[in-house]
DNA sequence: GGGGAACCGTACCGTACGGTACACTGCTTG
DNA sequence: CAAGCAGTGTACCGTACGGTACGGTTCCCC
């Protein structure tokens, strides 16, 4: 929002992005200690002050490695044409898995718990860049779903940014933090599949219009009995 | 587990909880490299020396904030009778809104950005202790509450950790890692209690059991229509 | 081929922190 | 009153890290 030229995000040569890759690699071995540049500067076989030279200080470094990060993440496109009542409730699952897989990876784990780490002090500037860089693309791919599925007539909601709060809720439950604190996942949570599929069938139990027998005219659906949504 | 005797975590003298009670107010307003020995005995006029005597060292310290400050916030016991309908569903409202009030306290939010850092490298022991001292208890209180729901008739599920999951992620989304990212949080966030109520509306339409004519046989209420549960 | 830029490896500096030692003080107890 | 205990304040030590400086090397471009 205060960036004029967003286009073009500070890119990185190919070496800068092995150095940034072994610092990713340094930070889930070792996490935040084990992040110094002197490591960093070792393992990746360059020196200390080309890391300088290159990210500025350490901080730098640190919010390379997550723009660099979630650039790897690229939430695949929205959906082009209106989905049809089964490709939207897959569509719904797939991203579901692919929200649930993000969020238990190494890499993704260690910078949070990085960024979580610096939030507390003076300026948070990482926690603000990872809910920009690694959180808002999740959402707005979601966010563009959900609107699709609402103008075919599947689902129902008034505000969409509630609905993708609850959606997430659903999906995520507790299972992000408790991994950010070193629990090991519960025996029903590895199958993210599963996880998956219930979760979406929770959200459409809440926010689903019953398909009806014109499924042709799908204009006024939103007033579908589904949907309080007081406020 | 591998406690013998637990009926008598380690409590701390008043003098102790003085001190506890700076630390954690220095850790609230610094983060996690606000929180130095010589600043916490300096800001509670006592010596170095007497925090490595009391606490062993600094990782001594922190746990014993975390076991200090989940002391403070102990649940409210559970419900002593089988709660008739619209005071199991004022139970549940009132657990939503006390955990969103706990999870969005300023201790709180340090306590856990501290141990998530933490959790990082090889000796994650503050989460776990996080994990075992701040969240078991309020786990415990809403099984509790489930169950006696259960019992009663009003809401159906096959496995109450699972119900206790979907319940969490519909009460909290992803407001906790936002704030512990640093994020603040939105409008209409901030209405605790309304928040609540529509979580818990969202609860009941997924695990409710519709009330039935002769609500004084609620044996066999448990194969109601509401709960499909996949495995 | 020569000049220069980028870069590596290492050595170095200042600082800040965890942890320890020690002298001094006030309070309790026999 | 004397002894002793608990605690305070300060000084101190070792270490580890962020950041800088410098010599040597490679490689590209003119």
Same mark, same amino acid.
């Given at each position: 929002? %205060?960036?004029?030229?967003?286009?073009?995000?500070?890119?990185?040569?190919?070496?800068q992005?092995?150095?940034?890759?072994v610092?990713?690699?340094?930070?889930?071995e070792?996490?935040?200690?084990?992040?110094?540049?002197?490591?960093?500067?070792?393992?990746?076989?360059c020196?200390?002050?080309?890391?300088?030279?290159?990210?500025?200080?350490?901080?730098?470094?640190?919010?390379a490695?997550?723009?660099?990060?979630?650039?790897?993440?690229?939430?695949?496109?929205?959906?082009?044409?209106?989905?049809?009542?089964?490709?939207?409730?897959?569509?719904?699952?797939?991203?579901?898995?692919?929200?649930?897989?993000v969020?238990?990876g190494d890499?993704?784990?260690?910078?949070?718990?990085l960024?979580?780490?610096?939030?507390?002090?003076?300026?948070a500037?990482?926690?603000?860049?990872?809910?920009?860089?690694g959180?808002?693309?999740?959402e707005?791919?979601?966010?563009?779903l959900?609107?699709?599925?609402?103008?075919?007539?599947?689902?129902?909601?008034?505000?969409?940014g509630?609905?993708?709060?609850?959606?997430?809720?659903?999906?995520?439950?507790d299972?992000?933090?408790?991994?950010?604190?070193?629990?090991?996942?519960?025996?029903g949570?590895t199958?993210?599949?599963?996880?998956?599929?219930?979760?979406i069938?929770?959200?459409?139990?809440?926010?689903?219009?019953?398909?009806r027998? %014109?499924?042709?005219k799908?204009?006024?659906a939103?007033?579908?009995?589904?949907?309080?949504?007081?406020v």
């Amino acid at each position: 929002m %205060d960036q004029v030229a967003p286009a073009a995000p500070p890119e990185f040569s190919a070496r800068q992005n092995d150095v940034l890759e072994v610092a990713l690699r340094l930070l889930v071995e070792g996490g935040d200690k084990g992040l110094t540049t002197a490591g960093i500067a070792r393992a990746a076989n360059c020196s200390k002050e080309s890391l300088y030279k290159w990210f500025g200080d350490r901080d730098g470094l640190l919010a390379a490695m997550i723009t660099y990060q979630s650039s790897k993440v690229r939430a695949a496109a929205g959906p082009g044409a209106p989905p049809e009542r089964a490709a939207f409730r897959a569509l719904l699952v797939t991203f579901a898995e692919d929200l649930l897989t993000v969020l238990s990876g190494d890499v993704s784990l260690a910078l949070n718990r990085l960024a979580i780490g610096e939030a507390g002090g003076a300026e948070a500037r990482l926690g603000g860049l990872v809910l920009k860089a690694g959180r808002r693309p999740i959402e707005a791919r979601a966010r563009a779903l959900l609107e699709a599925g609402r103008a075919a007539g599947h689902v129902a909601f008034a505000d969409t940014g509630d609905a993708y709060h609850t959606l997430y809720g659903l999906i995520v439950r507790d299972l992000h933090v408790r991994l950010l604190l070193g629990d090991r996942p519960e025996p029903g949570e590895t199958d993210r599949r599963a996880r998956a599929a219930t979760a979406i069938d929770q959200f459409l139990r809440l926010f689903g219009v019953p398909p009806r027998a %014109d499924e042709t005219k799908p204009e006024r659906a939103a007033a579908g009995q589904a949907v309080t949504n007081r406020v």
